[in-house]
């Protein structure tokens, strides 16, 4: 923290991190968002909602809407600081038609929004892998999955990763999928193709809240002790 470009570096990252795992927002609309386009709105129950708005100009899909932050109000509190942190590295008042994202060097600083995010955030995240290397907890930020054609291909997080994230955490609270669709800004023909293939396994809880509610931990404890020796364990 003792260098403005590492400090800032840091907070862009934390940040933007945060509002995409929080938003589902995509990383190329995320650079595009001014800070007029974030607000804190209260509902007639007196609940406090950070709502985020993609105008046509901002949507990839060229479709506007609004994004509404899954923690409430603390999306707006992270911005408040990160708003700070802007002024102090650019030296200069915030203006709510300013990126909220704006390039931090060369040319375009601060006028033209920040290119290149997800450089920022593949050098972070990897910088977060060496560490739990370092901890003996390899391969934690990335992962293999394997193809169509039954090839193993290693696959990397990213910016993107957190948008994914997102979807994914959604799903298992139980949303349902069009209301995702119109958060997220995609089809229910992406959402079923890129989200919820072979995923049966992340709602096992929903598809088992039916049960009568006597079956209990005894009763659960009963079958692990008849079944010990044909049950499998498995993991999110």
């Not at 949303?175 to 919820?196: A, H, N, W």
Request: aromatic share 14%.
């Amino acid at each position: 923290y003792c260098s403005k470009q590492a400090r800032y570096s840091r907070a862009t990252f934390w940040f933007a991190g945060l509002v995409m795992s929080n938003t589902g927002i995509r990383p190329v609309e995320l650079v595009k968002l001014r800070h007029k386009d974030i607000t804190l709105r209260e509902d007639e129950t007196g609940m406090l909602y950070t709502v985020i708005n993609i105008g046509r100009s901002v949507s990839k899909i060229r479709e506007p809407r609004d994004a509404i932050s899954a923690d409430g109000a603390d999306t707006y509190k992270r911005y408040l600081i990160y708003k700070d942190e802007m002024k102090y590295f650019f030296n200069r008042e915030i203006k709510d038609d300013d990126y909220i994202f704006p390039q931090s060097t060369g040319k375009g600083i601060y006028v033209e929004p920040r290119r290149y995010l997800n450089i920022l955030f593949r050098d972070m995240l990897k910088h977060i892998e060496e560490q739990y290397e370092h901890l003996g907890c390899p391969n934690l930020y990335n992962g293999t999955v394997v193809t169509r054609e039954g090839h193993q291909v290693k696959v990397f997080f990213s910016a993107y990763s957190f948008r994914s994230y997102y979807i994914n955490q959604r799903l298992k609270n139980e949303i349902d999928p069009f209301t995702l669709c119109i958060q997220c800004g995609v089809t229910m023909k992406t959402l079923m193709e890129s989200y919820m293939v072979k995923e049966t396994w992340k709602f096992r809880a929903q598809m088992v809240k039916h049960l009568n509610k006597s079956r209990d931990v005894m009763s659960t404890q009963q079958d692990r002790s008849e079944l010990q020796d044909h049950i499998q364990f498995f993991s999110n």
